[in-house]
């Protein structure tokens, strides 16, 4: 069974930094694209960063770009996003997914989803 554990999530000033953290289940880490996403109170969730099997290829949504990071330790089975400069704007849950294949932007096209971790930056 997939499981996905997402940490790292907590309260910072504006203008801070959190290392988002999501722990893996299962052998074949490696062969999955791992994306995060985000989701606002009373907002719909959506794609904030991704990353090939590999971790050669990442993507980023235009309101995070420069400011988060995202990369993976496949001996670890572990996916990361580093967040940095933090804006008000960017309190959510966090979710980390995965799928076998190119990045999708949407949510509806992953199936498996952590129980997700609360970033709240305050202003």
């Known amino acids: 069974q997939v499981q996905l554990a997402e940490s790292g999530g907590g309260l910072v000033q504006a203008g801070g930094s959190l290392r988002l953290s999501c722990a893996a289940s299962?052998?074949?880490?490696?062969?999955?694209?791992m994306p995060w996403f985000r989701q606002a109170p009373e907002k719909e969730r959506e794609f904030v960063s991704g990353?090939?099997?590999?971790?050669?290829?990442?993507y980023y949504a235009d309101s995070v770009k420069g400011r988060f990071t995202v990369s993976r330790d496949n001996a670890k089975n572990t996916l990361y996003l580093q967040m940095n400069n933090l804006k008000p704007e960017d309190t959510a849950v966090y979710y980390c997914?995965?799928?076998?294949?190119?990045?999708?932007?949407?949510?509806?096209?992953?199936?498996?989803w952590g129980q997700g971790t609360q970033v709240t930056v305050a202003s």
């Open positions: 997914t995965r799928r076998l294949g190119d990045l999708l932007f949407y949510d509806a096209d992953y199936n498996y």
């Open positions: 990353i090939s099997g590999g971790g050669d290829s990442t």
């Open positions: 299962g052998r074949t880490f490696r062969d999955y694209t």
